[in-house]
């Protein structure tokens, strides 16, 4: 019986992940134990006692779903983005300490960030709207990718731009934010992942210079922007956007159509190396964060993606060991949770579980518990479909020890260099051309196998502030940077992306179709305006203002 299991388990591993042109050379089965640090039937909060618990429109636990995970020093915290109506708080936390199951979140930071709920909530206050994902950087604060969007699974209603608001842990108060501009969102943009790259960050600067990658799930792609320069720009690639082959995704009895675009993400930091999928694919791709950092793409020019493999079925949980280079992923139809390592190409089968692993949301290897593997699993499918039942667990945050490489003294680890925290390498994964998506061709070299210097900003002749709490500056003087704005919110005409993808709109643009003069994959960007200011033809937009450009005139 214990050799019959044994060879099930290594079958289920073999089909859980196949690697494209690479022979399966080692597969270990992980003796690993998964525990349950929480669980709830539903979530529920610690309300004030004023607030009204009981209109369906504010408070709806069967509509509140968890997407995103982070761990602290001392806490847990949890995004539950407005999916539907009635989601009162999109951000919460837990103590670690606490013990028992169901335990009360407690809005962060407070219940005036999340007055959006209320339906009292003013785009130029600091506070969110919709968070999907949260990353904590090194220096203990809390990056909140906030989507600006209200039931994005319902009506898909636009309240807000996207924004980023970063909280220092220790005081629990806002100490940036972050406005992207209009030329990287589009009129169904859904911001919904976040990688913090810290690589070349330099301790002076408090994490305040780093490269910060996040996903565009709807309108497919991804929006590089850099911390230092304030700087913003947008990539896409056909392997961003959904297949229609994989529309339907299956666990256990239940089936859902969802054609989510781009949406997990995980970083090798060693082998500077982003990993991504979209929901409505069987494949895992990667692409350079020399390729990304390196600014906007020229006309004509693809951005290097590279094809890592194809899993069993779809995904949308993803993460990468800080050392080593282990990616850790969970397809649904497995129920599963595996991990790969594409230097030693060793398997592992870490936890299979019909019960506790249905819908994997999000996957966490945080530097604040060391060796540790989290996951975030709930019936996301059972929500989606209202065919909840509220008498069973459907969201449990779980977690593997002892999966993730222990960090290494700074003296004993040869992969650092003087220059960078981390040495990049290159591995030879797969090319992938945006004009052959499907074909495959023989990796291919680009201008990005080099090793290329990053392109840099104009110096600024001010000081830097923290002047992206300054809002809708273009145009109004001194700002030499007039770009003409675009229109990103039409409530003339409400539309749920969700449903035109499901009812058959075209994934790909149409090779017949011509591109834009300035444009690359449906990119539009605005023309240089400013002759003497080498701002890279306009594709990289700067938000902030200098201080002394922030004083209007006489």
Known sequence: MHKQNRMSRIWCMVVLFGIVNAPLQTLALHSSYMETVKQWNLLNYNFPWDYPVANKDFYNAENIVATGIEVGYDRIYLATP???????????????????????????????????????????????????????????????????????????????????????????????????????????????????????????????????????????????????KDLTWRLSHPAMYPDPDFAESRILEHSFTLMDGVVGLAFDPEAAILYFQPLATDRLFSVSTAALRFGPLEFGKDLPVKLVGRKSSQGIGLAASPRGGTI?????????????????????????????????????????????????????????????????????????????????????????????????????????????????????????????????????NGVKSYSSFVQNFYGKPPHPYNYEPVAIIDKTKPINPFFVLNSGEKTFPPPHVPRPQFGLNGEIFIQKVNSQFNDFNGLRFPKSLNFNETTLPH
Not at 441 to 446: E, R
């Open 82 to 228: 407005r999916l539907f109506s009635g989601v009162p708080a999109t951000l919460s936390s837990i103590s670690r300490d606490s013990y028992g199951d169901s335990p009360a979140l407690e809005a962060y930071p407070s219940w005036n960030h999340h007055r959006a709920g209320t339906k009292e909530y003013n785009c130029s206050d600091i506070g969110l709207v919709s968070v999907y994902r949260v990353r904590i950087d090194s220096c203990n604060r809390l990056w909140a990718l906030d989507a600006g969007v209200s039931r994005s699974l319902e009506d898909f209603e636009i309240t807000c731009p996207p924004k980023i608001l970063i909280y220092d842990l220790y005081t629990n108060q806002v100490v940036r934010r972050i406005d992207f501009p209009t030329e990287v969102i589009r009129g169904e943009s859904l911001f919904t992942n976040i990688i913090v790259d810290e690589t070349t960050s330099r301790k002076e600067n408090h994490c305040d210079d780093v490269f910060v990658y996040i996903t565009d799930t709807v309108a497919p792609g991804i929006v590089v922007y850099d911390s230092e």
């Open 328 to 460: 850790f992923y969970s397809p649904l139809s497995e129920t599963a949770v595996a991990s790969w390592n594409p230097r030693t190409n060793e398997h592992s089968l870490l936890a299979q579980d019909k019960e506790r692993i249905q819908f994997a949301a999000d996957l966490r290897t945080p530097d604040r518990d060391e060796t540790a593997l989290y996951i975030l699993t709930s019936k996301f499918h059972r929500f989606y479909l209202k065919n909840l039942n509220a008498d069973e667990v459907n969201t449990r945050i779980l977690r593997i020890d002892g999966v993730v490489k222990r960090n290494v003294p700074l003296q004993q680890n040869t992969l650092f260099s003087n220059q960078h925290r981390f040495a990049p390498t290159r591995p030879s994964y797969e090319h992938v051309s945006s004009n052959s998506f499907y074909n495959f061709p023989a990796s291919s070299s680009s201008q990005f196998d080099k090793s290329l210097p990053v392109r840099t900003a104009p110096p600024s």
